[in-house]
């Protein structure tokens, strides 16, 4: 007997106040690893009406005037207006720093400077900035393999960015959230059950200024402009039984860090799979890489996604556990929920020899801290928002196949020997 089920997952704009918090820290880290490599960072971020507070931990030689570029952020984001009780150019904006503790960076200040080209014997020497859990997963329900439900809620968001900023529809303000319902068989996606769109927006559309005609033309201009386009290259579209609600309370106009003050790291949910995969907590924006937190995540999403892309798995699950301190994982789990093609003993051993995962080792294979560097001073702030995984707009490190032949090979290896 077939089960059928529905499961959902959100996104948020970057105009979201979290994820304009968000934006922030990955800007102020894009800043300093820029000019110094070997920054320590961990910025937080608050806003609300009128207001931007910068606090958290940094040690670095780079120099950054935080004002002009929370400024140039925000500005970037949209908030150009004050009528919005937010705007760039008359929020006010405090910062309060510290240094890292010394506590901390004990742990992992050995060859800190060289770890980019460090010997195996010094990547040992490297412990994790923390202690903590991560999971990275990947499943074949989308090209990027990624779940379907967070796979569309980021469409949809993205596509409201893009259409308001090029002004297809000027009425949309900077703040928003889309969610997605899927109809799974067998667990397997067959139906879109609901699409959610809350758009912030003017309080009226040209000429038009009933409350409820306001409404019912941001609902038919979402519809044509921004889902259908989302759907243009997915075999699973909308259909007559789909539900497609914009907007319930029945505006959305005071909205952004007036309607409601906003906070980094709050999105954890929305910036990986949309609660498809289980989560280890941390917070990934703010933090330089040697928090594992962000960099041992970004690891575990490789060799999850490398598996599944080797048809080794129709779903995977890696979990990787640190002390602080301590270079090498405490504990390392794969799971592919009865799909694999292997033991998931033996993929875990596959893991352990294809996979880099000792902290300043991950830094060294995807090159985290010099990065937004060589990308022109921006990196860590282009996933702060619509997600760091499954992004194929963006050229991430930690998104490549390119273990696929060796895990095949292996595999093969693995299966014959199992057979003689």
Not at 276 to 297: E, I, L, M, N, Q
Not at 336 to 364: S, W
Request: charge should be negative; include cysteine; proline fraction near 5%.
């Amino acid at each position: 007997m077939s089960r059928r089920y529905l499961f959902t997952s959100e996104s948020v704009t970057e105009g979201h106040p979290d994820k304009i918090c968000d934006q922030i820290s990955d800007s102020i880290l894009d800043a300093l690893l820029t000019q110094d490599p070997a920054s320590r960072v961990a910025a937080e971020v608050v806003v609300n009406t009128g207001l931007v507070l910068v606090t958290g931990e940094i040690s670095s030689k780079g120099t950054v005037n935080y004002v002009d570029l929370i400024r140039q952020k925000i500005t970037e984001i949209g908030y150009t207006d004050a009528v919005n009780g937010f705007s760039a150019n008359s929020c006010a904006v405090l910062v309060a720093l510290d240094a890292q503790s010394p506590d901390i960076a004990q742990g992992v200040d050995q060859a800190h400077e060289q770890r980019a080209q460090a010997s195996d014997e010094e990547l040992d020497a490297i412990g994790a900035g923390d202690q903590g859990l991560m999971f990275g997963f990947a499943c074949n329900e989308t090209p990027e393999l990624m779940p379907l439900p967070i796979s569309l809620a980021h469409r949809i968001s993205r596509r409201l960015a893009t259409v308001r900023k090029a002004g297809q529809l000027p009425y949309l303000r900077p703040d928003g959230k889309t969610q997605v319902t899927v109809l799974y068989e067998d667990g397997r996606p067959v139906g879109i059950d609901t699409i959610l769109v809350s758009t912030q927006h003017t309080e009226t559309i040209d000429d038009i200024t009933d409350p409820a005609a306001v409404q019912t033309k941001i609902r038919q201009d979402l519809w044509e402009v921004v889902v259908q386009p989302v759907f243009s290259d997915i075999s699973i579209k909308p259909d007559d039984n789909t539900r497609f609600l914009v907007n319930p309370t029945g505006k959305f106009v005071i909205g952004g860090p007036q309607g409601d003050s906003g906070l980094t790291g709050r999105k954890i949910i929305v910036d990986t799979y949309g609660g498809y995969s289980r989560h280890g907590g941390g917070a990934f924006s703010g933090k330089d890489p040697t928090k594992v937190d962000r960099s041992a995540a970004y690891a575990a999403r490789h060799a999850a996604k490398n598996i599944v892309a080797a048809g080794l798995a129709e779903k995977c699950e890696v979990q990787l556990s640190y002390a602080i301190g301590v270079a090498r994982p405490v504990s390392i789990m794969v799971d592919t929920f009865g799909t694999g093609k292997i033991d998931d003993e033996r993929l875990l051993e596959l893991v352990k020899q294809h996979f880099e995962l000792r902290p300043a080792g991950i830094i060294q294979t995807y090159n985290l801290s010099r990065l937004p560097a060589e990308r022109g001073g921006r990196f860590y702030q282009n996933v702060a928002a619509y997600g760091h995984f499954g992004r194929t707009d963006l050229d991430l490190p930690w998104e490549q196949t390119d273990k696929v032949e060796v895990l095949k090979q292996a595999a093969e290896t693995l299966l014959s020997g199992a057979l003689s």
